[in-house]
């Protein structure tokens, strides 16, 4: 197939064709009498590739390595860099999101007052700076290396997992699932509690931020659908589910982190949807600091940071650190 009958086929420009070539994405053969190119399937195969990730968002260097890696690893490689992708995006939405709320503001600032003081627009534009700094998520934990042996280490840490499995039993009792409810379950690692649920008859689904702990998730639980991501930017368009829960995870998050989080998971919940956490948690005003400089975020505070939301709360205390909480809106 001639480079016009390519461009024709698949609506691209001849020159965005060379463009490809000329970065290595693509090397059709040439004619020997007149050095015309050739495109075979696979040169199509790989265009419709660069386009589709074009499409995404992806830039062109990324799209060199996504397209070696295939030829090495395969389709899983794709998909991780496709997931990837899609919550970047989800997370420049969200951030999007808040810069419109911050001018929203203003507007309506403006439209009550007449006049829009400096020091009001330097504090409507200094809260969503702190806003979107604290959105930026690390990975301290090194969960990809610890995918593999997560469930055994579950196992074995009784002091970080002490009463794992009864703390998961109590999120399915207390959140009480509805066959063919929805649920959301963030930080779920290999899938343990959302397990649970599935069981239940839920359609559920795992963020995480850890590829190879979604790797593992779907081996185990094929049926469930996982998308890369974390608490402060759910890869969800809003009012999506039933229920949000989430199990020893939400301690890696700051203060100010774990209340952006709260809002995150009310923006993808339905607006009756509830909310449950198990995790490390302390009776004392001051909190503690775990393991890995973790804070453990003060029971009491937590309570508060969802009442002033809107939401009314039961909580158990399982042993000296682990507490459950469920969330549940007023209206």
């Not at 899609?86 to 309506?108: G, H, L, N, P, Y």
């Not at 330097?122 to 997560?150: N, P, V």
């Not at 402060?232 to 009012?239: C, E, N, Q, V």
Request: contains cysteine; charged residues 30%.
């Amino acid at each position: 197939m001639k480079i016009k009958e390519v461009s024709d086929r698949l609506k691209i420009s001849q020159r965005a064709i060379r463009f490809y070539e000329e970065k290595g994405l693509i090397a059709p053969s040439k004619q020997n009498d007149n050095h015309y190119r050739v495109f075979d399937e696979e040169d199509i195969w790989r265009l419709q590739t660069i386009i589709a990730l074009r499409e995404s968002g992806m830039v062109v260097s990324d799209i060199q390595k996504v397209l070696s890696d295939i030829e090495v690893q395969g389709y899983n490689q794709l998909q991780y860099f496709l997931e990837l992708q899609r919550s970047v995006m989800f997370a420049k939405w969200i951030e999007m999101k808040q810069i419109i709320e911050t001018t929203d503001e203003m507007i309506e600032s403006l439209k009550n007052n007449q006049v829009l003081q400096l020091d009001d627009i330097y504090t409507l534009a200094e809260g969503s700076r702190r806003l979107r700094e604290q959105r930026t998520w690390e990975d301290k934990w090194g969960f990809d290396h610890l995918a593999s042996e997560h469930d055994q280490l579950v196992q074995e840490n009784q002091r970080k997992y002490k009463d794992y499995e009864e703390a998961l039993r109590l999120i399915v009792k207390w959140v009480s699932p509805v066959r063919g409810e929805r649920g959301l379950d963030i930080g779920t690692g290999t899938g343990n509690l959302a397990g649970r649920l599935i069981v239940e008859g839920v359609v559920m689904a795992g963020v995480d931020q850890s590829i190879e702990m979604l790797k593992k998730c779907q081996r185990k639980f094929p049926e469930m659908e996982t998308k890369l991501g974390n608490f402060l930017a759910l890869p969800y368009l809003d009012g999506k589910f039933d229920f949000v829960v989430s199990s020893f995870a939400f301690h890696h998050l700051t203060d100010d982190q774990k209340r952006l989080a709260i809002k995150e998971m009310r923006r993808v919940l339905k607006p009756h949807g509830r909310i449950c956490i198990a995790d490390l948690m302390t009776d004392s005003i001051e909190g503690a600091v775990g393991e890995k400089g973790e804070d453990y975020i003060p029971l009491s505070e937590l309570v508060d940071v969802f009442e002033s939301n809107g939401y009314i709360t039961k909580h158990f205390k399982m042993n000296e650190l682990l507490h459950i909480i469920l969330a549940v809106p007023i209206r």
